[in-house]
């Protein structure tokens, strides 16, 4: 069975343009989470969708925007894009959103850089 | 307010030396769940380990074993005659209960782990 997919895998973007990174989750599962982890750190937690609903938000600013669509796959957008957003972006898909004990199964990531 | 804290931030050991990762969090929840996830240079995190806060029995699994203390808020992670393939960052993460809303994964900010030949 594929894992979570991500695309694109690597993308140069330019102060002040924006960003569309896209994920789509393991077959049967309907929650995903994005995550942003900058260079050297651990990831941070962006936003959980279910049922394309938005579940959770993390300390980000509203350039910070995301889907979910009927097949489950998810858009995180971007916009006025700063140097400080390159980072790795790390898509999450689980089986349903709520309780601590519910795995999520992480993809390879798209990493963005901003110049 | 929930935190992970990893303060070692690199370690470099040779082949076959054992090795501990630590890892202490805070949280004012009574039901949480601690996770170890591995980040080899491709990316992707690799799932490692789920430990719920009512279980304090330690685990091993292969060269693998963790430690877990609810006295002292940590759960350390030890890797048994270390291999050049384990090299990688390691994060300890904590995920707290909460009904229907959001779930998400609070990550400590890793230990880069480089096993030398």
């Known amino acids: 069975d594929a894992g979570v997919t991500q695309s694109p895998t690597h993308l140069i973007k330019t102060r002040g343009q924006h960003v569309t990174l896209r994920c789509s989750p393991i077959s049967g599962h309907k929650s995903v989470s994005w995550y942003q982890q900058v260079l050297g750190q651990g990831p941070q937690f962006i936003f959980q969708y279910y049922e394309k609903e938005e579940r959770g938000r993390g300390n980000f600013p509203d350039r910070f925007s995301a889907r979910q669509f009927p097949n489950y796959s998810s858009e995180l957008n971007v916009n006025a894009l700063l140097l400080g957003d390159s980072a790795l972006y790390l898509c999450?898909?689980?089986?349903?959103?709520?309780?601590?004990?519910?795995?999520?199964?992480f993809g390879p990531g798209t990493r963005l850089t901003v110049l | 307010a929930q935190k992970v804290t990893q303060a070692q931030t690199e370690i470099s050991v040779v082949e076959k030396e054992d090795v501990t990762l630590d890892c202490v969090y805070e949280?004012?929840?009574?039901?949480?769940?601690l996770f170890w996830y591995k980040q080899p240079p491709s990316g992707e995190l690799v799932f490692l380990i789920r430990r719920n806060s009512f279980d304090e029995q330690n685990e091993i699994s292969g060269r693998y074993s963790w430690n877990f203390q609810k006295s002292t808020s940590s759960f350390n992670f030890t890797i048994t005659a270390s291999q050049v393939v384990d090299s990688a960052v390691y994060f300890c993460?904590?995920?707290?209960?909460w009904g229907q809303g959001a779930q998400k994964l609070v990550f400590g900010q890793g230990t880069r782990l480089t096993i030398n030949p």
């Open positions: 949280t004012r929840d009574t039901t949480y769940y």
């Open positions: 999450a898909s689980s089986f349903f959103s709520g309780g601590p004990n519910n795995e999520q199964f």
């Open positions: 993460a904590l995920s707290e209960g």
